[in-house]
Every structure is written in C-alpha cells, then in structure tokens.
C-alpha cells in the first residue's frame, strides 16, 4: 500500500473539515456557505484522495453519507440507559395536575414557579446516537425502549447528524437522543416518485420516515431528505455536565446538531399554556409535522430528584394536539361536477373528530386516486386533516373490508346533465363534456363571472347564484342581464333596496375591458394575466375566435395546451351563442387598435409597482400598464425598467436607487400616463 506523503494527510484533513463545516452550515444552519458546485468539487477532490490511498478513509469523512452495501438484516442493541416515553396531557387541567404534582414533590412554595423547557414535539422516529472521542460509533432505533435496532449505517446519510462532534468540551462518551423527521416537502417529493414509478405510497411524513430509516439498503435512505434535531442526552461522561437542559441543548448545537428554532423557557404552567396555544396556530405553517408540546423541567438537578415512574420521566410531560389523522368508514361516495366541468368523488364518511373538527366528507381527487388507494365502499379508512387543508382519504385499512364492499364506479356520464365524461390524454382528471349548458357548471360559472377580478357585480355572492339559479331566474350568465329589481326583491334576504342595488351593480359591469370579459368566461387555463395578453395582442374578441392554434401559440406565454382550451371554447357554438347573448344584453369595450403607431409604447419593458397608492389602485394601475404593453412584475431586478413607488415603499426602493433605476411617485406616474 502507497506510502501517504504528509503533504497529502494535511490536505486530506483539511478538506475533510471544510466539507463537514459547510454540510453542518447548509443541513443544521440553514445558511448555505459556498454553491451546490463548490461543494461537489471539493467532494470529487476528496473521493479521489481516498481512492488513491484507500488508508485515509475515516468514519467520519462526509463521502460515507451515500449509503453502503445492504445489510441482511438489523442487529439488535441493547440501550444502556432505557429509552423511556412520556406521559401524556390532553388539556389544561391536566397539564396543570403535572405542575402541582411537581411542586408538591418538590415542595415548591406558593407564588414560586418552576422552569420548564418548552419544545415542538415532532412527529417523526426517536433514535439514540453514541459518540465516543466525538465520532459518531452507533445508531439505534428507540425500540421497546430497552432494546432497539442498529441503524447506524443509515444515520450516517443523514446530512444533519455530524458524523465528527466540532467545538470544546466535546465528552469521552455521549449518547444522543433525538427525532429523525421527513419535512413536507420531502413527503410530497418520496410519494410523487412513487406514483410515478406505481409503488405504495407513504400515509403521512412520519411513517415514511420510519420507513426510510429501516431500509436494510442505506442508499436507499441515502436518497430520502430525512433531518433530525436532537433533544436530549442518555449518556454523558467524560466532562462537565451542564446545570439545566436548555444549556445542555445549547452545547448540543455548538458540538454540530440541530436543535429545534422553537425551544423556549417558560416560567411557570402559564407560560407553557401560551406557548402551546402559540405554536397550535403555527403549527400549519411549519415545514415539517408536529403533534404537540414537550415540557421539561429545565433544572437538571431538579429532573435526578424527581426520577421516574415505570415508563416515563414525572420531569416532563407532551401535551398532544388534536390528532389529524383517524379511522373512520366510508359510507358512500358522490361525484360532483366543477366550474370546468371536473368531476371531483367526494367520499361521504362516518362523522369523525379529526384535525379539530368534525369530518363528514373528504376529497378522493380523481379515478387514478380511486385506483391506487384500492378504495371500495364500506372500507374502514385512514383521513388526514390538516389546518385548513380539506380532508383527504390518505389510506384504506384493508384487513378491516367488509364482506359487502363495493367498488367504486366512475361516472361515464355527468351526474348532473347526463353529458359524457371525457378524459383527455395526459390529464388525470375526467369532465363533463357539457360545457355552459351544465347546470353544474352554470353556477360555478355564473359566480366567477361575477366575481371582483372579473365583471365585479357587487352584491352577487355565491349562496345569491344558488337560489337564483334553483328558483330557475337564471341559467346562464347571459340571464343575468334580464333580471328586473322586482324579480329579485321578494327572494329571501333581498329587500326592495337591496334588490335595486344589485340590478345597479350587474348594469355598471356591462362596461368592461376585453381582457376582463375574456377572464370572466373561465376558459380554462385563461387567468387575469392570459386576458390581458391575449387582448393586448388580437385586440379584439373576433380576431380571437378566429385564430386558429397556430396563431394562438405564436403569442408569448400561450403554449399547445392553453391554445387548445381557448380555440375550444371559442369554437363551441353554445359558449358562443351566449357570448352573442352577453353583448346584445349591451356587455362592451374598446377593442385596441394593433395599427395605431403607439398602441403598446411600453412593449418590452418591465415596470414594478410598489407603496400606497392614493388616486388609483394598485391593480388599477397595472390593468394600465398591461394594457400599454408593459410586464408588470413583482420584484425589482436589473431588468427592471421604471419602478412606481408610493407611500410605505421599502426595500424595492432601496434596491431600485442601488441598481439606479428611475423611480417615479404616484403623481407622476399619473402625468406620465396622460402623456402616453
């Protein structure tokens, strides 16, 4: 074996450290410090050196986070201290027994309040990892507490464990206990792979990282975004031990793990309420599942005194939040049918508590859902609900199906006009092919006709579209131009006054913009932007409806598939005979004349509105802008042309003057546009 020259040990060494020192700064930190392509080099510089000498591989070198051969099978280990779990509180009058029954134990005095430590409590897999001289020697699966699995060739892909401890006063043995968890984004990223390929998709994040951290194949762990943040200590010998627990984590983080950014000292069982109640309100916004909050006391002396009882610590408790996932039977499932003619199955469900609320009705998405799930009616299922995402079957217990389950049928025929259901190629999901004449369709048509980015009939809510259309006064949106304030007044909630006022508001909107009417018709794919290029372009509805595919696609941002949806449309003689009906019911605009010299003077530039604006409103102002043929975009870039700034501009104007792009206040901007 070659000799290994010095020169080549310290390189090793050093490139070795610098790799770990930005894995932990881009995996715990969260602040990369060099590009994605800085670091791949360094790495290919290092498996090179170990190639060539083989004897300088270490344990600890970051090229050993790809994963090794597989293992037959797990070993078990044997905890040298158990891996207890924690007692439970349900609500407040049991988090506050906890309290009393510390103080008591304790003798704390009246109006004295104990620290606690208060922390997310993820919902992933709990592991034990032992350092010994600061490297990384075993990982092991919580188990039954006492005995776990050895896992230690996948804790170390795991690119926010340190496979080397850094800092001072690193101890001879230390044994960290902590949470592997798959963030969201992850979850969604492993199940989006699977389907793709047709494999089993995971429940939810927790058993998908519990799935990843028992592959005998840890290349295959490798693979999978899992993070861990450590949040307590087994073992700890060899140097000073710390006097509280919240000074404990901070030397975990100094020695290289990730510890959770939420940890807060509480003092006093109050405290520990409001943070709960604080975090129960973030919980939904945070990248990664939580399912509630663990207290620990945060004196460490105070923890030895209060010892335990058979399975759990009395130092700390989890207060759980309501659960988001829970069984429940799948009684039937309905199909209905959407502003664009999807037909959604809707599984109607057993009532069950689940996410805080009470849940009847969870969406199945579409048929290719229905498939993968395995789904049949009467099976016992698995929901999942969180914040305000709507509920959603994520998985069937099929071990509890019933002898008188039935599949699923999706509707060849629309469920509410009796239309065929089509399903074009590449789309998961089918539609009624009934188009406007749908009178599913016609209400979810009729109220985003009316609605603020669109006509903008004041006063036209939703449940006002449902009633005037089931007390048959309306079936299109052409309709909306016949009715009469005394057609309308003796409807429930509508007044004589109010009646008028709604009759005012449908004749106001008959003066419109092209781009405008071209969104309120939702043809797919045609959002606000799609409107206002398409008329900016033909500058008239009739030009539009007679492009052909070719013509549309030759338009910036128009692509084969939105082309096909507004040739469709405009092409359906039923669409059109109510669009005919619109205008004769006296809808109209100013079409754009393509042949004036200075129709678009702003094509080409980018403009960027941002601060108050008093005259005009902001989307005002971009309606005019647009329609001057300028993009208007959200941030400020060296591609930026003109920046509009009002009142309350921020650091869009700060970097608008570094970059020296003109600014222009909102009185300007309104003399240059009557300039124009």
Known sequence: MAQIPEQVRNQYEQLKDELNRHNHSYYVLDEPSIPDSEYDRGMRRLQDLEQQYPQLLSPDSPSQRVGGAPLPTFSQVAHDVPMLSLDNAFNKEELQDFDRRISER????????????????????????????????????????????????????????????????????????????????GFEKINAAAIAQGDKTFVNPRNAAAGSLRQLDSKITASRPLEMCAYSVGQFKGAVTPDTHLHMLGLLGDWGFKINRYVEL?????????????????????????????????????????????????????????????MTQLLDVEFQVGRTGAITPVARLAPVFVGGVTVSNATLHNGDEIARLGIC??????????????????????????????????????????????????????RCSGGL??????????????????????????????????????????????????????????GEKSAQNLIDSIAASKQTSLAKFLFALG???????TGQTLARNFGSL???????????????????????????????????????????AGVTWDDIDLSAENSQPLKGQTWVLTGAMDVMSRAEAK???????????????AKTTQLVAGPGAGSKLTKAQSLDIPVMNEEQFIAFLQGV
Not at 116 to 140: I, W
Not at 146 to 172: C, F, H, Q, W, Y
Not at 470 to 487: F, N, Q, R, T
Not at 523 to 529: D, F, L, S, T
Request: charged share 30%; with cysteine.
């Open 542 to 584: 009739e030009a539009i409806i007679d492009a052909d595919l070719e013509t549309l696609q030759e338009v910036d941002d128009i692509g084969p598939v939105v082309a096909y949806h507004i040739r469709d449309f405009l092409r359906n003689p039923d669409n059109l005979a109510i669009v005919h009906a619109l205008r004769e």
């Open 437 to 494: 004449f749908c009178g599913a369709q016609n209400k979810e048509a009729i109220k985003h006709f009316a609605s603020r980015k669109a006509m903008d009939i004041d006063g036209l809510g939703d449940k006002l579209v449902e009633l005037l259309v089931d007390k048959g006064l309306i079936y299109s949106v052409a309709d909306l131009y016949e009715l009469s304030a005394e057609k309308i007044a003796g409807l429930e909630r509508m």
């Open 523 to 529: 043809i797919r794919e045609v959002g606000e932007a």
């Open 106 to 185: 304790l003798n704390i005095k009246d109006g004295e309040q104990i620290e606690y430590v208060c922390e997310p409590k993820l919902d992933g897999v709990a592991v034990s990892l032992l350092y010994h001289d600061g490297l990384l020697v075993r990982g092991a699966t919580r188990g039954d507490g006492k005995v776990g699995e050895d896992i230690t060739a996948n804790v170390r892909t795991i690119r926010s464990i340190p496979l080397k401890l850094s800092g001072d006063g690193i101890p001879e043995l230390l044994e960290v206990r902590g949470e592997i968890y798959l963030p969201r984004a």
């Open 377 to 430: 009616i009467g099976d016992t299922v698995i929901i999942r609900r969180a914040g305000d995402v709507i509920p959603q079957v994520a998985a069937v217990v099929k071990d509890k199906r019933p002898a008188e389950a039935r599949p699923i049928v999706f509707p060849e025929a629309c469920p509410v006009c009796q239309s065929p259901v089509r399903r074009l190629e590449g789309e998961a999901v089918a």
């Open 623 to 637: 309606d005019k802008l647009q329609a001057l043929g300028a993009k208007v975009a959200g941030s400020v870039s």
């Open 266 to 326: 509480a003092g006093g069982v109050s405290a520990c309420e409001s943070y709960y109640e604080q975090m129960q309100e973030r919980r939904d916004q945070l990248p990664y599942d939580i399912d509630g909050i663990v207290y620990k006391v945060n004196d460490l002396r105070l923890q030895q005194r209060l010892g335990f009882v058979a399975k759990a610590p009395r130092w700390a408790i989890a207060r759980k939040f309501p659960a988001q996932e829970e």
